[in-house]
T-cell receptor, first 112, second 113 residues
Framework: DAKTTQPNSMESNEEEPVHLPCNHS???????IHWYRQLPSQGPEYVIH???SNVNNRMASLAIAEDRKSSTLILHRATLRDAAVYYC?????????????FGQGTTLQVKP | ETGVTQSPTHLIKTRGQQVTLRCSSQ?????VSWYQQALGQGPQFIFQ???????GRGNFPPRFSGLQFPNYSSELNVNALELDDSALYLC????????????FGAGSRLTVL
């Protein structure tokens, strides 16, 4: 299974944009890039996913490098509620199971 | 719509005992996956159930087993508990085995003494 590399932790100020990087140099052509986040005392929560093109939804934006070896999750205006562990996950669309391979993730701290 | 609910939220067992954890999937979801999350680690995939059959399994021994019922709810059973089984057990449901979005419950915190 292809793996991802993320910084252990990042800090942001409230109401400022946050860019969370993820490296996935061994990504295959059928791997989707998924992001989940886990708030304290909760289960992971789906954020966004994409294959090749940049994606936007109400929670965040996903910017995918042209060679797909890296991606960036963008929170446009961080709030205190965005403090969480963010996981970047590669999921093989051909795998046909619910298997998500979580790494250590990035712990995001948001300062007021 | 209701989300994924898990029970119990917390429980304490001793080594060698058996435990059953329960999960009700989100309305409209027919697939359930189970994950184990040790303290400070990311969740690890245990297995997935679809149409009441196991469909995919992670690197967990056979003493971890599961069931899925006709209403798509699910159970995780762990026999012969070991200290290392202490963890947060997460259930996730989805619309089909290849769905892009998994909806997770808040988990069941198991402590093995």
């Amino acid at each position: 299974d292809a793996k991802t590399t993320q910084p252990n932790s990042m800090e942001s100020n409230e109401e400022e944009p946050v860019h969370l990087p993820c490296n996935h140099s061994t990504i295959s052509g059928t791997d989707y890039i998924h992001w989940y986040r886990q708030l304290p005392s909760q289960g992971p929560e789906y954020v966004i996913h994409g294959l090749t093109s940049n994606v936007n939804n109400r929670m965040a934006s996903l910017a995918i490098a042209e060679d797909r070896k890296s991606s960036t999750l963008i929170l446009h205006r961080a709030t205190l509620r965005d403090a969480a562990v963010y996981y970047c996950i590669l999921r093989d669309v051909a795998g046909n199971t619910g298997k998500l391979i979580f790494g250590q993730g990035t712990t995001l701290q948001v300062k007021p | 719509e209701t989300g994924v609910t898990q029970s119990p939220t917390h429980l304490i067992k001793t080594r060698g005992q058996q435990v059953t954890l329960r999960c009700s999937s989100q309305s409209g979801h027919n697939t359930v996956s189970w994950y184990q999350q040790a303290l400070g680690q990311g969740p690890q995939f245990i297995f997935q159930y679809y149409r009441e059959e196991e469909n995919g399994r992670g690197n967990f021994p056979p003493r971890f087993s599961g069931l899925q019922f006709p209403n798509y709810s699910s159970e995780l059973n762990v026999n012969a508990l070991e200290l290392d089984d202490s963890a947060l057990y997460l259930c996730a449901s989805s619309e089909g085995i290849g769905a892009n979005v998994l909806t997770f419950g808040a988990g069941s915190r198991l402590t093995v003494l």
